[in-house]
Every structure is written in structure tokens, then in C-alpha cells.
């Protein structure tokens, strides 16, 4: 370039050099890119407000209001889960506890009488559940956590007796006894929540209002996978000083010690793994799904453990079928006690996306995957619904595994829901602030009935080898 | 002309927002980016990172620079000013993490093709602003530079007044 015509350029470029004032050309070229700092800060605070609703719906907690009324409340079995349950129950603000009640007097009720105290209640103890209801009568609501082939008695009773009661699922291993459950509910006009916590979990709850409900990112959900998978356990051991009299145990229903540590694995007691675990994730394939089964298939069998001591089959698989709103559903569960691969989980898996959940803290996935044929996702992000797609850095090895056939893995997305309180917790808080009139009941006894219905029959499908049929009526107490 | 504006607003929107979202973030500091530090600079960045002292200095002036660099260009307020300062900035980060041969850096490094990043193109794209006119041509420099003249104009009348 010429030095002449550089400096042409130079001028056309800058204008006419040289002294002369500033004229309103200079100034509006002066100031014609101030606009991009507007444009900066509208984008910065766009940006801020998505970022702002992530963080509101990660802290959307269940916030308790203060100074509620006390609820004056005794436990019926204290066990391995009346304890779990006591422990949840001690981190919740205006319970007053009074009485505890076990069979295991010298170690059970002795443990737990202790704990209550050392954490500033008074409680009395008592061996049989009707002496606690005639002498206790300041007694608001009654937490059970008896094996279940007791539930019925405990639960009636002191429904009968004026109170409310939380009891542990399975709300009872007979359906003849769950639907008197029920009926006894509905007539005292006494709260009864069966203690399929999931309900009240703020995740499942999240994840049934928001991400199904709201916003719809399953789309359809057409199949269903859970499990719960177990490592080998040794049966549940004792120590001699604390043995029960063999009479004391057969007063109670139980033939001896080991029966009695063990009942979840007897017929007759309770109704081995599948009720145990399966219950509570089969209960949430209904809820999500808004549906009943029409049947019910399984496979399953005393595999690995020896009928003596363990009679319940601990190994099934079972594949339910639904009709939906939306169109016909299967699911799926496992529980098998030999190997503990996954742990437990439950995915729903839609025709717009998947959800990956489970109530376990520690080995949880917890997120949803959008099908790359699923509108896009943005505005539930902006809302906060879910969080922005993991970003996936694409591998030498998995770009050359990518052939015609397979379908481009799908984004994920996490549910944006911390929770750190015990599990138990939030359910047994929607109980009591339900005796206090301030909520409804989220697993009332007549969800439990349903649950019940669903699940007992795996055990009968397993024994009969075919496929069973629900009708409407098995789920319905006139 | 006007292609080297926009490439000066890209480059200043990118330098305002790394130093407006430093702000932002109270919990800011450099300290991790320096410790992380490879190549034959590592020591240094290490030594910056693990006294208090010096930390204090390069976080502020992280901040303050990065959002003062970004207004100036994208204000085109000493744009020469601002160009080779921005350049001067990205460099030390080119060379905290440089994409050398034989290096291999645990931080995420955005576009690393041989030598080549991310950083080294926007260190060149802030010589080409530094050489050129555009803040004269849209941006503040406009006036600045006018007053500049104006008041150099007249001193210099005023000299020639009376010396006549």
C-alpha cells in the first residue's frame, strides 16, 4: 500500500484531521457503541433470574411454621424400624412423647425408653399396648412399627381408643385385616397414615408435581423399571441375656427367638422381601402413573436361602400391567437378597423422556433424561424445573461405537432437590401436622389398601405360576 | 472499519463479563487457576498463588482489569490502551496452562489445537485493535482524541502568540 493511499483511507476512515472543533458527527460517533453495555447488562440479568430460579427451587424446602400445637404421642413396637422412626421423630420441633410399648422389654423398650429420656421426655414403658391405652389417656396419635401380622390389632384398637395412628406399611399381611383397617378409620373418624414415606418425600413429590404434572417432560411413560437389590445377610442374631421365654413368644405369636428377630421372612408374620422393599417403590408406580394394575406376573422362589429359616421367596421378579390414561403401561421390579448391584431404584421411562429416582442419599442417580426426539428442554431449565443438560464430551471410542441404529444417548438433567432429613421424617411430619388439622394425609389408609392389593398378590402369582387378573373391586372398600 | 469494531466489542463483552462475573461471585480468586498453573511458568504462578500478599494483588486487579479492559474496548476508550493490556492479561494466561507439547494440564481447556488456543487468537485479534484506529472511528477516543488536538492546537497558538 502507498503511503498516499494509506493516508486517504486513514482519512476517510477517521474524518477530516486537523484542528477544528467537535461537531454532533464526532459525538454521535463518539457514543454509538455505549448501547452494548445495555445490551450487556439486559443479558447479565437474564442470566441472573434463571440462575436465581435454580437456586430457589434447590432451597424449596418444606418449611415448618413455628409454634404449632403439641402432639402427645406413644409408640407401639420399637424395633429395628421403631427406632429409625423414633429418631426421625426426635428432629421434629412440638411432639411430646409419653409411652413406649414392646414385647422386648429388657432390651427394645429398654433402649428406646432411655433414648426418649436422655432426650428430655418423660415416657413410660409397657409391655402390652392395652394397659398403654387404658393408663395413657393424654395420648394424641400412636406410632406402629409392630410386624405386620400384628398392624390390625394395634391399629384398631387405638383408633378405637380416640387416636390418631401412624402405622408402618405393610399396613397388614392379610387384606381381609388392612380392609378392617380401614373401615375402623372411616368409622372413629381417626387419622390413619400407612408408612409408605416415599409419598411425602420432597424429591417424589417434586418430581410427581413438577417434572410430571407441570411440566410433562415423560411425555407418556409406557414402561417402568425399578429394584431393590440386597447383598447376602445372615439371619438377625441375639444375645442370650436378652431372650424372651418361649411361652412369652408364643403368647405373642411367635413360635421362638429366631422367628421372632426374623418374622419378615415367615408366612404368616409377614410377607418376605417383596413386601418388605417392593412395596414401597410398586407404591410409587401407581401414584406416578395415576393408575391400578390389571395383572400381575411373577417368577420368583426360595433360591438361596433354606425354608427353615427364611420361607418367603428371596428372589422376584414381577411385571405388572396398567392401562393408563394416556394408553397401556408394564413395570417391572426385582428384589432379589444375593447380590446388591444398583442398590435400589425406580425409572420411568416415557416416549419424551426418562426419570431415574430413588430415595437412597448415597448411590442416587436422581435425574431425567431427554429423548433427543423431545422438544428441547430450555424453558423448564429457565424455570428451574430441572437443572442445565450435563455436558457430555464426546470420546474417540464412543464416536466410532456410534452406528445408524442406535439413538443418540440423551441428555441428563438433575433434579434440582437436596434432601438431607431422615427419610421418614417429612412423612411422619405430614401426619402429625394432619392431627393438628393443617394438612392432609399423603398415604391415608385407604392408598395403603391399594398398595396392599397390589403387592400381596405377587406372592400369590409366584405360587400359582400364571398370570393374575385385578379387578376394579380388589382395590375398593364399600 | 467497521469490522474491527465489532471484533473490539466481541473481544470487550468477552473481558467485561469474566471480570463483572468475578465480582459476582464473592468467593472469587484466582488462587486455584495460579495453583493449577503448568509449563515453565508453573513456579511463578504458584509462588503468586501461595502468597496472601501478592494473592490480594492479582485478584483485585483481575477484577478491576478484566472489567476495565472490557468497558475500554467496548466503549472504544483507550482502545490502544486497553488492547495491549487485555493482550498482555491473556497471555499470562496462556502461559499458566500452555498448550505445549509434553503438557498435560488437569483444568479444562477450551479449544487446545497444537500450540494454538483460544487465548493465543484473542491475544492476536488485541494486536490488530492495538494497530488500528477503530476506537477513533466509533468510541470515546473520537472525542478524547479531538480535545486532544484541540487543546494541543491551541497551546500550541498560544506559544507561537508570543513568541511572536
Not at chain 1, 247 to 275: E, T
Not at chain 1, 379 to 407: C, F, M
Request: with cysteine.
Amino acid at each position: 500500500m502507498s503511503e498516499e493511499k494509506e493516508n486517504r483511507d486513514r482519512k476517510e476512515v477517521l474524518g477530516k484531521q486537523g484542528k477544528r472543533g467537535i461537531d454532533r458527527r464526532d459525538l454521535l460517533q463518539g457514543v454509538a457503541t455505549l448501547p452494548v453495555l445495555g445490551l450487556f447488562g439486559l443479558a447479565a440479568r437474564q442470566q441472573k433470574s434463571y440462575e436465581n430460579a435454580q437456586k430457589a427451587a434447590l432451597s424449596g424446602g418444606t418449611k415448618q411454621p413455628e409454634n404449632l400445637p403439641v402432639v402427645n404421642v406413644a409408640q407401639i413396637g420399637v424395633g429395628a424400624q421403631g427406632e429409625v422412626l423414633r429418631d426421625a421423630m426426635l428432629k421434629i420441633p412440638n411432639l411430646k412423647f409419653r409411652a413406649v410399648c414392646d414385647i422386648w422389654t429388657d432390651y427394645s423398650l429398654k433402649r428406646t425408653v432411655s433414648t426418649y429420656q436422655r432426650a428430655g421426655h418423660e415416657v413410660n414403658g409397657y409391655e402390652d399396648y392395652r394397659e398403654m391405652l387404658d393408663k395413657e389417656k393424654e395420648l394424641d396419635a400412636v406410632v406402629i412399627a409392630t410386624p405386620d401380622f400384628w398392624h390390625a390389632e394395634h391399629a384398631i384398637a387405638c383408633m378405637q381408643a380416640g387416636k390418631h395412628v401412624y402405622c408402618e406399611k405393610e399396613m397388614s399381611n392379610t387384606l381381609e385385616n388392612a380392609r378392617k383397617m380401614v373401615l375402623t378409620s372411616r368409622e372413629t373418624g381417626k387419622l390413619l397414615q400407612i408408612g409408605h414415606q416415599r409419598r411425602s418425600n420432597p424429591r417424589y413429590l417434586y418430581c410427581y408435581n413438577k417434572v410430571i404434572k407441570e411440566a410433562n417432560l415423560l411425555g407418556r411413560i409406557v414402561t417402568i423399571n425399578g429394584q431393590w437389590n440386597r447383598a447376602v445377610q445372615e439371619s438377625l442374631g441375639y444375645a442370650k441375656r436378652y431372650e424372651i421365654p418361649d411361652a412369652k413368644l408364643k403368647q405373642y405369636g411367635f413360635k421362638d427367638m429366631q422367628q421372632f428377630r426374623n418374622w419378615r421372612w415367615f408366612k404368616g408374620l409377614g410377607g418376605g422381601p417383596i413386601v418388605d422393599l417392593g412395596s414401597h417403590q410398586i407404591d410409587i408406580y401407581a401414584w406416578f402413573l395415576g393408575a391400578l394394575p390389571t395383572s400381575v406376573m411373577a417368577s420368583g422362589g426360595n433360591d438361596y436361602y433354606s425354608t427353615a429359616t427364611n420361607e418367603w421367596y428371596d428372589t422376584a421378579m414381577v411385571i405388572y400391567e396398567f392401562q393408563t390414561e394416556k394408553g397401556p403401561a408394564r413395570a417391572y421390579y426385582q428384589t432379589q437378597t444375593t447380590n446388591s448391584s444398583l442398590g435400589y431404584f425406580e425409572k420411568f421411562m416415557g416416549d419424551q423422556g426418562t426419570l431415574v429416582l430413588s430415595e437412597s442419599n448415597a448411590n442416587a442417580v436422581n435425574a431425567v433424561y431427554r429423548e433427543s426426539a423431545a422438544p428441547v428442554w430450555d424453558e423448564w431449565v429457565q424455570k428451574g424445573i430441572v437443572t442445565a443438560p450435563k455436558v457430555i464430551e464426546t470420546t474417540d471410542e464412543t464416536a466410532a461405537l456410534l452406528d445408524v441404529r442406535e439413538s443418540a444417548s440423551p441428555d441428563e438433567h438433575k433434579i434440582p432437590v437436596v434432601f438431607t432429613d431422615p427419610y421418614h421424617k417429612p412423612h411422619l411430619q405430614n401426619f402429625f401436622n394432619s392431627v393438628r388439622g393443617l394438612e392432609k394425609l399423603n398415604c391415608p389408609a385407604e392408598i395403603g389398601y391399594e398398595t396392599a392389593a397390589m403387592v400381596l398378590k405377587v406372592n400369590e402369582a409366584i405360587q400359582a405360576g400364571r398370570k393374575l387378573e385385578f379387578k376394579p373391586e380388589d382395590f375398593k372398600i364399600s | 472499519m467497521i469490522s474491527l469494531v465489532v471484533l473490539r466489542i466481541i473481544i470487550g463483552w468477552h473481558f467485561l463479563y469474566e471480570g463483572v462475573y468475578k465480582f459476582q461471585k464473592e468467593t472469587w480468586s484466582a488462587s486455584g487457576y495460579l495453583k493449577a498453573a503448568k509449563g515453565p511458568l508453573a513456579g511463578l504462578f504458584n509462588w503468586m498463588a501461595n502468597t496472601p500478599d501478592i494473592l490480594t494483588v492479582v485478584n483485585f486487579m483481575n477484577m478491576w482489569g478484566l472489567t476495565l479492559i472490557g468497558l475500554g474496548l467496548i466503549l472504544g476508550c483507550f482502545t490502544r490502551l486497553s488492547a495491549i493490556a487485555g493482550a498482555f492479561m491473556v497471555a499470562l494466561y496462556y502461559f499458566s496452562n500452555p498448550p505445549f507439547i509434553g503438557y498435560f494440564s488437569s483444568t479444562a481447556l477450551e479449544g487446545n489445537y497444537l500450540l494454538v488456543n483460544k487465548n493465543l487468537v484473542e491475544i492476536a485479534a488485541l494486536f490488530v485493535i492495538a494497530v488500528t484506529y477503530s476506537g477513533r472511528y466509533l468510541g470515546f477516543d473520537r472525542i478524547l482524541h479531538r480535545l486532544f488536538t484541540m487543546m494541543k492546537g491551541s497551546k500550541g497558538a498560544e506559544v507561537k502568540g508570543a513568541t511572536a
